[in-house]
């Protein structure tokens, strides 16, 4: 059968956000582990938003609701508001709000985790006379052919392929998708994901894809997760923002990976086992070559300076 070919951001989008796409259908805990799974990630964020005086915290991309069941322990007289294209989830505690659009005004905290490497975006890859084109795909298979001359607005500037065959992953729509979330919060908006700077660019682009915790072949039909690093060094520059690594982050807002004294275990038994698993939770958020590497993406929109 012959192959039915498509721009990358075109498939991309309607495999994951389509009538049936993936996010509308799964779990991403079903899939893949993100710092919002891991309980601590919530004591730090709750902590920023006490120490920026948030009335309210949204969680743009909201998932399964983690994040915000577990804040909703730590904040007691915040408003907790959940942005997901998913239904919300039957164990979300009654008095955390759930709604499919972005408030217009935010007056707080904005967290989006792990949501901007999923925000489709145009796949470059430079052609044997070294044109820029863009890449189409065939979403039932994955195969893949050169179409049109790729706009070089956004690539120029900050990832261009380098030789035949290398890629990059056109950025612009993660830009703007920001910066449209940073445009509307009257506080503090923090985007953390996984991403490259200029210099460090992968040559042959990010493009993968999860399945029931696993990574699979690439492939936009629906069956699964479809993701690219973030170009954070771009984004950042959109908003004004600070980039501080996930690691420097949570130590800064006081969650580290250091083990609790041996002598707990002997006086409050019960004190150190608690203080143990957060240790190793704080561990697994903070090790390198995982969540530790992941980008914050930190914009104070009240005072200009950047508070993690
Ligand atoms: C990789 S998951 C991350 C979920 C969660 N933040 C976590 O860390 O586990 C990305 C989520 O963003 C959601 N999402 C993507 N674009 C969205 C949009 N425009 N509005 C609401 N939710 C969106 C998807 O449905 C998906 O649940």
Redesign the pocket.
């Known amino acids: 059968m012959a192959a039915h070919l498509v721009p990358w951001r075109t498939a991309w989008d309607a495999a994951l956000?389509g009538d049936d796409g993936f996010?509308r259908t799964s779990r991403?805990?079903d899939h893949f582990r993100?710092?919002?799974?891991v309980g601590t990630f919530a004591v730090a964020v709750a902590e920023l938003a006490r120490r920026t005086g948030a009335a309210t915290v949204v969680?743009?991309?909201?998932?399964?609701g983690?994040?915000l069941t577990a804040l909703h322990g730590l904040l007691p007289g915040v408003d907790l508001v959940g942005?997901?294209?998913?239904p919300r989830p039957p164990t979300l505690p009654a008095d955390v709000a759930w709604t499919?659009a972005l408030p217009e005004r935010v007056t707080g905290l904005v967290v989006a985790?792990?949501?901007l490497?999923?925000?489709p975006c145009t796949v470059v890859e430079r052609d044997d006379d070294g044109v820029d084109r863009e890449v189409l795909v065939d979403p039932a298979t994955g195969e893949e052919a050169l179409g049109d001359v790729h706009d070089p607005g956004w690539t120029r500037r900050w990832w261009t392929p380098g030789a035949a065959g290398e890629r990059s992953e056109d950025g612009a729509p993660r830009d703007a998708a920001w910066a449209d979330v940073v445009a509307r919060v009257d506080g503090v908006a923090v985007a953390i994901d996984y991403g490259h700077l200029a210099g460090d660019r992968p040559p042959f682009g990010t493009l993968r894809s999860y399945l029931d915790g696993h990574e699979v072949d690439v492939r936009p039909d629906g069956s699964r997760d479809v993701t690219a690093h973030v170009a954070v060094d771009s984004v950042a520059a959109a908003v004004g923002g600070r980039l501080v690594r996930q690691r420097d982050a949570l130590f800064e807002l006081g969650v580290d990976g250091a083990r609790p004294p041996i002598d707990l275990a002997r006086s409050d038994p019960s004190a150190y086992v608690r203080a143990l698993s957060r240790a190793g939770e704080a561990a697994e958020l903070t090790a390198r070559g995982g969540l530790g590497d992941f980008w914050w993406i930190v914009t104070d929109t009240r005072h200009g300076t950047l508070t993690a």
């Open positions: 956000y996010f991403p805990a993100t710092s919002a799974h969680d743009l991309g909201a998932g399964g983690e994040l942005v997901e294209i998913a499919s985790n792990e949501w490497d999923n925000l």
